[in-house]
């Protein structure tokens, strides 16, 4: 995973990790040592559920630049999805979309939380980040 902390990877049933704050009930993704509302050091750990709606959204169309892991070159990079989804009732999380196609998205629709491959490491291992789907969609 690309970044161990912010996940349960590799649990069977796979959830981000966010946090809430103890004094004001803020919540953050991901995980922050002070509240991003008060300020105070009260930030605990919060499983995030894994079923979302998507609020926006929009395609990236270039290359992003280093340390992006994806590879290719200018002319090989395929568009991706990236949007906002607002997971339960508790925190709004940016990642990436399984979708590109902007006729096959909507405000409001369901969105779940999967993990998608990202590239390859220094160390020639695979990396996945996590990533939204259409509810719909089978994985």
Known sequence: MIAPD???WPAEEFRLVGGACADCGAAVFPVQA????CSRPSVEQLTLPPDGTLITWTTQG??????YLGGGTAQTFTPFGVGLVQLGDVVRVEGRLTENDPAKLEFGMPMVLTTIPLGVDAAGDDVLTFAFRPAGDQE
């Not at 002070?34 to 509302?37: N, Q, T």
């Not at 270039?62 to 340390?67: A, E, N, Q, T």
């Open 6 to 8: 912010i996940s349960n």
């Open 34 to 37: 002070l509240c991003p509302r």
């Open 62 to 67: 270039f290359l992003p630049g280093p340390p």
